[in-house]
Every structure is written in structure tokens, then in C-alpha cells.
């Protein structure tokens, strides 16, 4: 198609009337492509080369024009927005190189003259005399006679040239005369490939601006880019925040105080702003401090004798109303310091004093009272200066009074004017404090539901798609599928779901056709943990992303929607033929608006308001560190970090040792994370490695009548080690060995026998130098290392459990004296930290580095009562129901004598029971006479060298044989 001709007005020299005049443009315009170039002929064997031509192009870089010299070549670019000459003289084998300009590929028409004669070529860009560059030739140029245009042809010279041209030429001259482009059109000059004449199809990109947020557009021939530098946004369209939307969100990335920028709306259009975040513990303050300095002098009052104070917190009122918007509370400190300036002229008076608050509305009360009832704290605690006033500042006194508080009334705040106007008579002075606005807690965050079956959804309004759409919310379940949000349009839709407990898989609609993105987690993700989703798509890209750690990022086609599509109705949590959701989603937010999921469940069924589940009702019966996992309807105990076993984690696992049965669990040489450290380990962890400890708690319980014996032995690749051992006469001996001693530093017990045949169960907890010990249920025993010890247990290798076998220089006290013949009995739930090597060695399936040598067989080691099971119904002689039972008589063939015998047996009773009665009355008094006046006590014989109860009883009874559980309270001799 042809373009336009465009009538230019031109102002004649005026004669006697002035006339205008419209003469017919020369614009003739060729459109070059990546695959076009034209060529036009030129004087040849001529000593001066002069071309010029007007382009326009959004590309930084392309070839213009290149002709070939009889010695050399010359050669017109366009490099990184500048016009750029390369000259080339074969005999001289010299290159020279000048340029021009800069950002000449912002799609306008720029001009570009090339001369170049005798000894110097010149260069000037859009006709400025202020831009030529001039260099020097070596020697005389003579011209080839050929000119080819838009780079894309094949010529002689081994250089690699510039990318090809794409854009728009016009006004090209050669040896200073305007090539006719018509003519070339009707094939009477030049000739070309790929070219469009007459007309520029050149696309502007940046119209309309896709950046959003203020990024700044630039553009090739194919693409548009936006720089986001200093917006606070980023991402391929500048749409999604920097920052994260409050101080609670900091908290939860690990941040402590401190100022901080956050984005409440996240990609909607209120700016990122900064604000004081205070982070104590589990409570979060957002701070937004004003203009106004403490104690402020209130004076200059206008003619009607009113002072107005505005308070400022250089922020817009959007930027404010977002932060108590989302927060549970908010309060605001105000202080009026008076005298002789009253305050609300209470009881009854109008006020001579107010503040305004949000959406300009005035208020008469102040901190520490409430609204509409005018009074100060004072006058709510009944303890003003004045007790007929309900403020300090209204008894109108000299001397300097005070009225403060904290206005708490989230609704009203915050501050922003006050009107003071009691302080135009003689002596009257008032200074003001309006402290910062403080809001605790964040609702959108926190903002949550539960759904409880895979049918259960909530259902919002269509949602209008903009030029981009970013979704984002956190989710947890135990479940390995289901569809968390589902948008289906007429023409558009957008999913996102679970699958496989591991992947995230979200599609949507560009331009009818599908487009998928997934991301995989290397953990799965239904471990009943919140885990963060995100998901764009704008003009460029989709993109996805899980916790911050994957990402997956498509390029959308260029034909994709670029005008804002309608969408469908939004399904939360399920779908008409997907798999629902089960679990919990909060913080959903799309395109800057965060969904009350909370207010919607309240009134659909099979979702609850928050992320309650059957956790936070029945957690608590998971004992011993086992961990709550949500299920459907239900609940597990995960005991994986724990040293019991059992559906509630209450079973203790141990084994009894024969003589020589040793077990030794190792740890991996220094690699990945270990579950011994500090840092609470996460489920599903790999095995421990070695690692450096300055506290450990060691748990065991054991029971045994051999001594010495060692119990636990906890070694490392350096001379450190732990050991607990019973010594010859059975008393419990702890010794730690950590370097900077001469000798190991040990903890005796030598007031109990533990080798009694007992359960015993042994606590050892050690932080830095205190060590405490707590044995059975007596008193905590607390114990500290000599400031000459080292607090690091260096590179924990192994832990051996009844026996050592270790390589390397070892304490030869344990080996000479505890080590032989080896323990013998029973050790149940050991644990050192979140590492139980008896349960590993007893659990085939679980794959740690664990070995046993001699018999070891898997035993409770406690006292099991006595039960004996119920006889079955068919061996039960009494059981009505008994196979083949039957009454050894019938009725119809009683007779009186059997009458008779039956009153006779039941006298005889009588008379027994009568009897005893008696002898047992007898036996009571002969037996509280016998022993009034003295003090007796029933304990066994032999209790009094007994270390405890429990060695009493055998003292006392060397055949009884009975294992005493460690928990009973009575003990029955």
C-alpha cells in the first residue's frame, strides 16, 4: 500500500499580498527486513565518495550502507544507537574507524551525510554542524561504482558484517543527487531483494507503554524491553513488587527490627513505602512516625483563636489506610500538656479542642477514653485534677497539668490534624505530642480457610483480567493432588493445582492456546508445611514459582492477549471434574487484592474459617517429640525423629544385650545438614554428620544386674568424648572429655545402685559448661565443667550403645576397667538430640549407617503387667452358650427330697458366714491392743542398707523375680 503524501506548507517572500503555497513531498520511503538489502548504482574510479541517507529504527545495531572501494571498502552502521564509519585500505592494511550520534534508535527519522575526499572523510548527523567528525585517509579513495543498502547480500570481502538493517531509508543520495526510488520501483535503476517500497511498516512497540509502574520502555524490530530499575517492581513487565506487603511477612523471612520498605497492594498501584517494623518475639509492630516533634508548643492562633497543628506522615492516604486496613489493631499516643489551656471544657461545654482522624472526620475525645463521650483518661478512671471535670487540662489551673493516652479506635486513626483552641488568653500555654501510628498483626496474611472435603470450594464473582495477572498464596496439606484455584472463562481461563504431593502445575489461556508451566520440589510438598506459589502472565512471559527456590518462565506468543480478557467465575479449592483441594490456603491474593477467605467459608459448607485442622485439637497426644501430621478426617504421629514407636509415639523401643552385643551407629564425614546441631531438624531429614556441638541432651533408660558395664559411649574424630558407665559397684559415672583437661572431668552418683535389675531412665542435658542430670524421679542435679574445658564436642563421629569398638587413642580407664566382659541387660529409647541408634538398629526399613554385633533382641525393658487371657466361650464350663453344655438336671424331675437338701445347705451357709463374722471381729481388736503404745513400721527387712525401694524388695525377698516398672507408685512387699 502506498503511504500518504503530506502537504507542506511553505511562507513565499511576501510582494504585495501574502499567499501560500503547498509543493508535493519527496518522502518515498523503503522498508527494509532482517532478509533485505537494495542495491543502487554510482560513479566508479571516482576519488570522492559522498553518500547520505534519513533512517529510522528501533534496533541498536545494523548495517546501513557498504560499498566496495578499488583498494578497500567503506562501510555505514549503526552500532549501540551511534552511526559509526569503518574504512578499510587494503594496500596500506590500515583500518579507520569515526562515529556519531547517540540513541538514534528511538524509531525517529535521523539523517546521516557521509563525504569523503583527498585525504579526509567527514561525518554529520541530522544536519548539525556541531556533530561532524572529521578523520585523515592514508591515501585517495577510488569509488567501486556499486552502493548496497540494508546489509543482507553477498559480497567478496572475508569480514563479517554488521547485523542487517530493519527499518525505514528515504532520501538517499549518491555523489550528492537524489536517487529517484520510483525509478528503482519500475526496475529502471538498482535492483533489490525482500524490500517494500514506498511505504514504512515500522511498529512502535512502547505504544501504548507495557512497562508498568514507570518502567521504561525500549524496543528492538522484534521486542520491547522494560527497565525497572529504582521502581520498586521487576519482572518482565515491572509488575511484581520488590518488597514484601508487611512486617509480618519480614518476620517470617527471618528479619529482625529495623526499617524496612513493604508493598501491601503487592502489583496494584500504591507504592512501596518505608516504614519502622519492631519485631519482639512472636509480636510484630508497623510503625509510621509523623512530622510532629514531642512537646510541641501550640501557639500563632488564627483570629478566632484556634491553633491548627497538621500532622504529616509523608506518606499518600492510601499508603496509611492499607496498613490498618490489613492490621488487627492500631493505637496512636496522643499528650496535651496544659496551662491555664483547657482542653474539652468538660462536663458540658462545647470543645475547645479536636482532632481529626480518617476520612476528615473530627473527634472529641481522647487517648485513653472513647469515642462520643468526650473525656480524657482521667476522667474514665475517675481521678482528674478537678473531680467535676473529665479532663486535667479543663480544672483551667497555673500550674502545668497533663492529660495522655492512647487512642486505640482503629477505625478513626490516624491522626491527622489537630485544633487547639484554648490558648489566646493571658498565661495560657499548651504543648502537644502526637506520637507515631503503631499497628500490630496483619489480617490479609493470616487470612485463611480449611477445606475438609474434596468436593468443598468457594466460589467468588468473575475477576477482570488486566494486561497482566499475577496470582500468589501459601497453601498446606497431607494430600498428594488437588486444584487450589480455577478461573474458567468464555475465553480465557487460568488453573492451578497439585500433583503428585511434588509438582506444582499451573495453566492458562494465550490467544486459544494452552500454555503450561510446572515446577518440581525436590521435598514433597504435602507435608502439612506452608508452602508459597506465585504466578504472572503478562504481555512477554508466564512465569511460576514455588517457595523462592524453583521457577519455571515460558515465553508467550506475540499474538497472545494484549487487551484486558474477560474472566470467569474464581473456584478456590475445587473444580466441576478435578480432584478438590484438602488442606489450607491463605494470603490468596490476585492482581493486588487479597480474598476474604475467611468471611466466604463462614458461609459454605465443607470449608472453615482458618487453618485449624484436627492438629491443634489432638496435637497434643503425640508424646516424646513427635510431630502432627494433618491427614483427611484424621491425624498420624510421626515418630521418625523420636526414639518410640506406636501410633501416638508412646512405645518405647529398646533391646536386651547379651554379653558382647555392641551397637554403633555413625555419622557422615562433614557433608549437608545435620540433625545434631542446633537448628531444629526438619522431617524427613537425611543422616546426621559429624558436626561441632556446645549442647546435647543424651535420654536412655536401662536396666542390668552386671557391673562395670558401659552404657553409652559418643566418640569423635578428634579426643572428645561422652561416656556413661556403671563402675564396679554399680553406681552411675558420667565423664566428659572435650580437651583443655588433664583428665576427663566426671559426674559420680555414688549414693545409688543402678545394677538392681530396675528400669532407670537418665536425662543428661549439657549447654556450653552446665551439665544437668536428672535419674529416675529424683531432684534435678546440676553440674558445671571447669572454666579450663573446652564447651565444643569436636566432630561427634560414632555412638556406641553396651560395648566399645573404636579405632584410635581411647581413655584406658573405659577399656581397662568398664569395657570388659561388655553390658548385659536391657537399653530402651536412646536418643542423643534428633538421633535414636537403638530404633534405627531395631527398624530394618530405616537405611542409616548402623551396625550390631552379637544378639541383640528387641525387648521394652519395663514391667508388663500380669494378664491372663479370658477363657474362650466353648471351654467355659459357666457360659450358657458353651458347646455341649447342659444343666445336669431338669425341672419336672425335682422331688421333695431335693427340696429338703437345698434348705439344708443354705442353713449351713448361714452358719458359716456367722461364724467367720465373729473370728474376724476377734482377730481386729486382739490386734490394735497388741500394738497401742508403741511405733511400728512394715518396712521389709534389710531396708535400711538399701539404696532405694526397689532394692528393698529384693533384699528382702532374693527369689522375687519380678521386673518393677519404673513408674509405679506403690511397692507391694
Not at 74 to 82: A, D, F, I, P, W
Not at 127 to 152: C, H, K, L, M, W
Not at 864 to 889: C, K, Q, R, Y
Not at 945 to 952: F, P, T, V
Request: glycine share 8%.
Amino acid at each position: 500500500s502506498k503511504s500518504p503524501v503530506f502537504a507542506v506548507p511553505v511562507c513565499l517572500p511576501p510582494q504585495r499580498n501574502l499567499t501560500f503555497s503547498c509543493s508535493e513531498s519527496n518522502s518515498f520511503p523503503v522498508f527494509f527486513n532482517s532478509t533485505s538489502f537494495l542495491q543502487l548504482p554510482g560513479q566508479s574510479d571516482s576519488d570522492t565518495l559522498s553518500v547520505s541517507l534519513s533512517f529510522r529504527t528501533w534496533n541498536p545495531s545494523g548495517l546501513l550502507m557498504f560499498t566496495q572501494l578499488a583498494d578497500g571498502w567503506v562501510e555505514l552502521g549503526l552500532t549501540e544507537g551511534k552511526v559509526t564509519i569503518f574504512m578499510s585500505m587494503t594496500l596500506k592494511n590500515t583500518r579507520i574507524g569515526i562515529s556519531s550520534g547517540s540513541g538514534l534508535n528511538d524509531g525517529q527519522w535521523h539523517s546521516v551525510h557521509l563525504n569523503a575526499l583527498e585525504n579526509h572523510a567527514m561525518l554529520t548527523i541530522d544536519g548539525d554542524e556541531a556533530s561532524t567528525v572529521r578523520t585523515a585517509i592514508p591515501n585517495q579513495i577510488q569509488t567501486g561504482g556499486t552502493y548496497y543498502f540494508g546489509g543482507n547480500f553477498l559480497h567478496s570481502n572475508s569480514r563479517s558484517l554488521q547485523r542487517s538493517f530493519q527499518g525505514c531509508m528515504q532520501m538517499i543520495h549518491i555523489d550528492n543527487h537524489l536517487v529517484d526510488l520510483r525509478d528503482v520501483e519500475q526496475g529502471l535503476i538498482g535492483t533489490y531483494e525482500n524490500v517494500s517500497l514506498d511505504m514504512c511498516a515500522i511498529v512502535d512497540r512502547c505504544v501504548p507503554n507495557h512497562c508498568e509502574h514507570g518502567g521504561r520502555c525500549s524496543q528492538t524490530w522484534d521486542a520491547f524491553s522494560c527497565n525497572c530499575s529504582g521502581t520498586g517492581y521487576t519482572g518482565a513487565t515491572c509488575h511484581s513488587s520488590l518488597y514484601p506487603q508487611s512486617c509480618e511477612e519480614y518476620k517470617h523471612q527471618g528479619k529482625s527490627s529495623g526499617n524496612y520498605l513493604i508493598d501491601p497492594d503487592g502489583s496494584g498501584s500504591i507504592a512501596p513505602f518505608r516504614v519502622t517494623c519492631d519485631i519482639i518475639e512472636d509480636t510484630v509492630w508497623t510503625t509510621l512516625r509523623n512530622n510532629l516533634s514531642s512537646q510541641t508548643s501550640v501557639s500563632n492562633p488564627d483570629k478566632e483563636g484556634k491553633a491548627v497543628l497538621q500532622i504529616s506522615y509523608n506518606l499518600t492516604n492510601e499508603q496509611v489506610l492499607t496498613v490498618t486496613h490489613r492490621a488487627d489493631k492500631c493505637e496512636q499516643f496522643v499528650a496535651y500538656t496544659c496551662r491555664m489551656s483547657r482542653l474539652f471544657n468538660s462536663p458540658d461545654g462545647n470543645p475547645f479542642t479536636w482532632w481529626v482522624g480518617r476520612a476528615n472526620k473530627k473527634h472529641s475525645y481522647w487517648g485513653g477514653s472513647g469515642p462520643g463521650i468526650q473525656k480524657c483518661a482521667c476522667g474514665i478512671e475517675n481521678n482528674c485534677t478537678d473531680p467535676r471535670r473529665y479532663c486535667n487540662c479543663d480544672a483551667d489551673l497555673r500550674s502545668w497539668k497533663e492529660d495522655a493516652g492512647l487512642l486505640i479506635y482503629k477505625d478513626h486513626l490516624p491522626v491527622s490534624e489537630v485544633v487547639v483552641g484554648d490558648t489566646s488568653r493571658s498565661g495560657s500555654e499548651a504543648k502537644l505530642t502526637v506520637g507515631p501510628l503503631k499497628c500490630q498483626g496483619d489480617r490479609d496474611y493470616w487470612n485463611m480457610a480449611s477445606f475438609g472435603s474434596p468436593a468443598s470450594s468457594l466460589h467468588f464473582q468473575s475477576v477482570s483480567q488486566q494486561t497482566s495477572t499475577d496470582i500468589s498464596f501459601y497453601f498446606k496439606t497431607s494430600s498428594t493432588y488437588g486444584v487450589f484455584v480455577e478461573n474458567l472463562g468464555t475465553n480465557s481461563f487460568f488453573h492451578i493445582e497439585l500433583r503428585g504431593g511434588s509438582v506444582i502445575l499451573f495453566s492458562l489461556d494465550v490467544g486459544g492456546e494452552r500454555v503450561e508451566l510446572s515446577v518440581r520440589s525436590s521435598n514433597l510438598l504435602n507435608d502439612d508445611q506452608w508452602h508459597h506459589v506465585e504466578a504472572e502472565k503478562n504481555i512477554k512471559e508466564a512465569v511460576l514459582k514455588l517457595d523462592s527456590l524453583y521457577q519455571d518462565v515460558k515465553a508467550l506468543p506475540p499474538e497472545g492477549h494484549w487487551k484486558p480478557q474477560a474472566y470467569g467465575d474464581l473456584f478456590i479449592g475445587a473444580s466441576s471434574g478435578q480432584r478438590g483441594f484438602l488442606g489450607c490456603i491463605r494470603a490468596l491474593r490476585i492482581n493486588g487484592v487479597t480474598f476474604d477467605l475467611e468471611e466466604r467459608a463462614k458461609v459454605t459448607s465443607g470449608v472453615t474459617p482458618g487453618c485449624q485442622g484436627h492438629c491443634k485439637n489432638f496435637g497434643m497426644h503425640c508424646k516424646n517429640g513427635g510431630r502432627c501430621v494433618e491427614l483427611y478426617n484424621a491425624y498420624s504421629c510421626d515418630c521418625s525423629l523420636t526414639a518410640y514407636d506406636g501410633p501416638f509415639c508412646t512405645n518405647d523401643v529398646g533391646g536386651y544385650f547379651e554379653t558382647g552385643t555392641v551397637v554403633r551407629y555413625d555419622f557422615l564425614s562433614q557433608a549437608g545438614p545435620s540433625l545434631l546441631g542446633e537448628v531444629k531438624p526438619t522431617p524427613g531429614a537425611s543422616v546426621p554428620v559429624e558436626s561441632n556441638l556446645t549442647k546435647e541432651e543424651l535420654v536412655f533408660s536401662f536396666s542390668t544386674y552386671s557391673a562395670p558395664s558401659i552404657l553409652v559411649y559418643i566418640s569423635s574424630r578428634t579426643q572428645d568424648y561422652m561416656a556413661v558407665v556403671l563402675r564396679h559397684n554399680g553406681t552411675l559415672q558420667i565423664r566428659y572429655s572435650l580437651g583443655g583437661l588433664s583428665e576427663p572431668y566426671t559426674i559420680d552418683v555414688d549414693h545409688r545402685n543402678m545394677a538392681n535389675g530396675q528400669p532407670h531412665s537418665v536425662n543428661i542435658t549439657r549447654s556450653l559448661r552446665e551439665i544437668k542430670l536428672q535419674l529416675d524421679h529424683y531432684p534435678l542435679a546440676t553440674y558445671n565443667l571447669p572454666e579450663s574445658s573446652d564447651t565444643h564436642f569436636n566432630l561427634v563421629k560414632s555412638i556406641f550403645l553396651g560395648k566399645v569398638f573404636e579405632t584410635g587413642q581411647i581413655d584406658p580407664i573405659l577399656i581397662e576397667r568398664y569395657n570388659t566382659p561388655g553390658f548385659v541387660g536391657c537399653l530402651s529409647r536412646v536418643q542423643l538430640n534428633s538421633v535414636a541408634p537403638l530404633k534405627a538398629a531395631l527398624r530394618s526399613s530405616m537405611t542409616v549407617p548402623v551396625s550390631t554385633h552379637g544378639i541383640l533382641v528387641p525387648s521394652n525393658c519395663g514391667a508388663s503387667p500380669l494378664t491372663i487371657s479370658p477363657m474362650i466361650s466353648a471351654n467355659d464350663p459357666w457360659h450358657i452358650e458353651a458347646a455341649g453344655a447342659v444343666f445336669p438336671f431338669k425341672e419336672e424331675n425335682t422331688s421333695s427330697d431335693d427340696a429338703d437338701r437345698n434348705f439344708a445347705i443354705i442353713g449351713g451357709i448361714i452358719s458359716v458366714v456367722i461364724f467367720s463374722v465373729l473370728c474376724i471381729l476377734v482377730f481386729a481388736i486382739r490386734h490394735l491392743f497388741r500394738h497401742k503404745g508403741s511405733y511400728h513400721t512394715n518396712e521389709a527387712k534389710g531396708a535400711e542398707s538399701a539404696d532405694c525401694a526397689d532394692a528393698a524388695i529384693i533384699v528382702n525377698d532374693p527369689a522375687f523375680t519380678e521386673t518393677i516398672d519404673e513408674s509405679k507408685k506403690e511397692w507391694f512387699i
